[in-house]
């Protein structure tokens, strides 16, 4: 027998013996369900609107026929900032129609919706503070129709400041707050489209300081 | 009484209503509020008395017992797990917007004339102070505020009330204000607690807390019994106080 032939032959046997010996995967598999659950998050999507009806702005708080509206220049329709204007200290003011948002989620159990200030009220002209939860107020409104009844006096919410960390929040740049734990929901969905009306007040301390005032508000809508 | 005696009697009387109306009216010189926030936890739940289960199995109510070893039903093997394209989706955990708020604050000379300061003690101004409660039980807060009147004025009238009930952040009543009682006083505690008058419920009026004669500081302790059925949440209302000479 040739040296040919016989490695032939060997590679034969091998080949055989590997065939016998490794079984078909058709047959030793066991035929069973298996069953994935998949979790996803939600696809959450949501607008806001500043100014967001006819008659938006500031009226200060008073008994009785209620004055018309006015606002400072930062304010324009569906859009700017909710910028009271000119406020006397030790006063306390309401401003109407002050933010809308939209929020639509996929989630069905609905979601949770955040709302903070990025800071304190910060005074820019002598770069003091005044505690935002003493100050700025959340109270919910309606879409214009019927009129927001509300007044200077009616029942809201104090803001309070993050425990989050703050990027951005200097007077042209919008505030992100990066969260490790979630405050207390404002306001929460069942589902679906949903959508959110606030009115703001603001409760000026007799002690404030003189100057031009800001903060940012900063909404955070998550499925639940 | 001749018609000229009559006339006269006239003209004089229509002088004297306007002195008599004059020293009678004040005018509201300041008003200011202070937001009052309520802070619930649900009443505890109510436990059954009795002493404690014994050897007798009569006052066992539940009972669980634990096996020695557990045996799984069943061994599985995934032999592979694939997914097929198209299927899934990146997915957004969060949105966020954000808006400012402006405000040009001018000073005021009648800022000062009525104040409210040292919530729970902590001195500087008083906007907002936080109450948590128990339902079911009565909490007291000692002079959870002050309200200080400041004027060279020698006969003023200060007012106060709440403007609503108590609301919840959607605006939905969740108790009645007259709930929370004030014991409004200026040197030592007057001997009771009386409710607050709520402006939108009670006719559009407010109650007198006193008068008095150039400057004087009250302190206000409140009282309140949230019902036990009120759920656990936060809820709000805002005291209002109206000076007036």
Redesign the interface.
Known sequence: MSTGRVWFVVAALIAAAFAIAKPHPSVAAVNSTVNVKWNTEAIVTMTLTPNYYTGFGQVPAKIGTQPAPTHGPNAVAGGGSVDFGDVLAGTNYLYKYAVQLNVSSTDSNGVNLYGEGAADFFNQTNSTTIPISSAVYWLTSTSGTPADTNTGFSAAVPFQKTAGMVSGGSFSVPATIAYTVYPSPIQSTAGGNANFYFDYQLHVPPTAAQGDYFVWIVYTAIGK | MSKRVRLSLWLLLAAAIPIAGYAGIQQQR????V?I?IDVTPAPLALRTGAAPGGSGESIVARSRMVAFARPAGI?H??S?SFVPGD??A??????????????????P???LL?SNNCNGTS?????IAIPVTAGQTTTVTCAYQIAVTTTETSWTLDHGL??D??N???TVAFDGKLLYNNTHAATPIPYYTPFVV?SDDG?VWASVGTGIQDKTYCVDLQITVPASVAQG?Y???A?YTLYY
């Open positions: 300041g008003q200011i509020q937001n926030e599985f995934a032999e797990l899934l989706v997915q957004t955990a969060a949105q966020q917007k954000s808006v400012r708020v402006d405000a040009e604050v001018s000073p005021n009648n800022a000062t104040t500087g101004p008083c906007n907002h403007f609503t108590f609301e952040g959607s605006g402006f559009g936060s709000y209302s805002n209002t």
